[in-house]
Antibody, heavy 118, light 107 residues
Framework: QVHLVQSGTEVRQPGASVKVSCKAS????????FTWVRQAPGQGLEWMGW????????NYAQRLQDRLTLTTDSSTSTAYMELRSLGSDDTAVYYC???????????WGQGTLVSVSS | EIVLTQSPGTLSLSPGERATLSCRAS???????LAWYQQKPGQAPRLLVY???SRATGVPDRFSGSGSGTDFTLTISRLEPEDFAVYYC?????????FGGGTKVDI
């Protein structure tokens, strides 16, 4: 069974960085990419970016590309999302999802709450 | 950027009724790249439909997607209690990838 398990809640001060992990199991890691999506409290979904599980190619949302880095570690079947220079508007639940291309994102991780506050 | 506008914002219905959710794109796009997701409170989104009309694995056949060009629809033929949730459309055909604002289906 395919599963994505994310790391736990993070609390950061403004200006800091955060790195969230997403461990995959139940399928060949290199066969799919990962998409990251975030959701601010009470708000809708925002696409952040994508990384290939095969060769590490990336595609970032323009408004985040200066602060966002997506990586993968095939030895541990884990994808990572690092966001720098955090501000209060980065407070959100961050989700990873297995990217099946035109077949959609499935499954999703359980989500990681990142709270930015002084 | 393709803007996806979902309507209505909230749909108040009863179990057994039919729900029709709309997703309108700001420019014509291929249905190949349009998906629908369901999100319940406190849970991650779940893929329902991809390619505008293909149901994802395990999705009940009361859910159906249709549409082309700029107008796409998700229909729930007979609402079950577990279907009360927020539904998002999402396009992956043009960067930046975008989500609609969501339609909440509640009782």
């Amino acid at each position: 069974q395919v599963h994505l398990v994310q790391s736990g809640t993070e609390v950061r001060q403004p200006g800091a960085s955060v790195k969230v992990s997403c461990k995959a199991s139940g399928y060949p890691f290199n066969s799919y990419g990962f998409t990251w999506v975030r959701q601010a409290p009470g708000q809708g979904l925002e696409w952040m970016g994508w990384i290939s599980g095969f060769n590490g190619n990336t595609n970032y949302a323009q408004r985040l590309q200066d602060r966002l880095t997506l990586t993968t570690d095939s030895s541990t079947s884990t994808a990572y999302m690092e966001l720098r220079s955090l501000g209060s508007d980065d407070t959100a639940v961050y989700y990873c999802a297995r990217d099946q291309g035109s077949n959609g994102y499935s499954p999703w991780g359980q989500g990681t709450l990142v709270s930015v506050s002084s | 950027e393709i803007v996806l506008t979902q309507s209505p914002g909230t749909l108040s219905l009863s179990p057994g009724e039919r729900a029709t959710l709309s997703c309108r794109a700001s420019q014509s796009m291929s249905g190949t790249y349009l998906a629908w997701y369901q999100q319940k409170p406190g849970q991650a989104p779940r893929l329902l439909v991809y390619g505008a009309s293909s149901r994802a694995t395990g999705v009940p056949d009361r859910f159906s997607g249709s549409g082309s060009g700029t107008d796409f629809t998700l229909t729930i033929s007979r609402l079950e209690p577990e279907d009360f949730a927020v539904y998002y459309c999402h396009q992956i055909g043009s960067s930046p990838l975008t989500f609609g604002g969501g339609t909440k289906v509640d009782i």
